[in-house]
């Protein structure tokens, strides 16, 4: 199957920091990449869907200018949390989707467990 | 959006035992994927079945789309069976993105 990979695994910063995530699919291009968040003990809430050249799209309730993304190349999606606070605390995840018509098959990334304290 | 409905919410199954897991969606999808989410965070894939059937080793999977379900089959559960399971929908107009239900806590203890 396809391979996504995150960096870091995880990461601990200080109240008011940036904070980089990045997502890499390693053996095939993906023109689109998801960012999902999850709180313990619950679901993935998707936040944005990142295209590769393209600004990206943020779902309802999550603030663009405090997660910003860039889908630099066909292999490498940035999430980046700034100013981060202690409710920003979480597990970020990201999945690429395999470009097979008429399959959009998703793969995921292990996650970036977010701590600011 | 598709509203995507798991049940049961938790699971315990004495290892050897066999379960079945559902999901209901609101609307249609073409695009369905069941996953398993290790220990550690990883979701790993287990099946992308819009509609028919499939089977995986010991896991299979059913989705009759025209009644908006999907079934996943564990057999013969073993302990690395544990961890959650989620299935997830594209609704035909979402430009690709995947709605989560909330998942199925199964616990198989030896």
């Known amino acids: 199957g396809a391979v996504v990979s995150q960096h870091p695994s995880w990461v601990i910063c200080k109240s008011g920091t940036s904070v980089k995530i990045e997502c890499r699919s390693l053996?095939?291009?993906?023109?689109?990449m998801f960012w999902y968040r999850q709180f313990p003990k619950q679901s993935l809430m998707l936040m944005a869907t990142?295209?590769?050249?393209?600004?990206?799209?943020?779902e309802q309730g999550v603030e663009k200018d405090k997660f910003l993304i860039n889908h630099a190349s066909l292999t490498l999606s940035t999430l980046t949390v700034t100013s981060a606070h202690p409710e920003d605390s979480s597990f970020y995840i990201c999945?690429?989707?395999?470009?097979?018509?008429?399959?959009?098959?998703?793969?995921f990334g292990p996650g970036t467990r977010l701590t600011v304290t | 959006g598709i509203q995507v409905e798991q049940s049961p919410p938790d699971l315990i199954l004495q290892e050897g035992a066999n379960s079945t897991l559902r999901c209901n969606f609101s609307d249609s999808v073409n695009n369905l994927q069941w996953f398993h989410q290790n220990p550690w965070g990883q979701l790993i894939n287990l099946f992308y079945?819009?509609?028919g059937t499939k089977q995986n080793g010991r896991l299979s999977a059913t989705t009759v789309a025209t009644e908006r379900y999907s079934l996943l089959y564990i057999s013969s559960s073993q302990t690395t069976d544990s961890g959650v399971y989620f299935c997830a929908g594209q609704a035909t107009d979402s430009w690709g993105k995947l709605q989560f239900g909330a998942g199925t806590q199964v616990v198989v203890t030896p």
């Open positions: 990142s295209n590769e050249g393209s600004k990206a799209t943020y």
């Open positions: 053996d095939f291009q993906a023109t689109t």
């Open positions: 999945s690429a989707r395999v470009p097979l018509v008429p399959t959009y098959e998703q793969y």
């Open positions: 079945i819009p509609s």
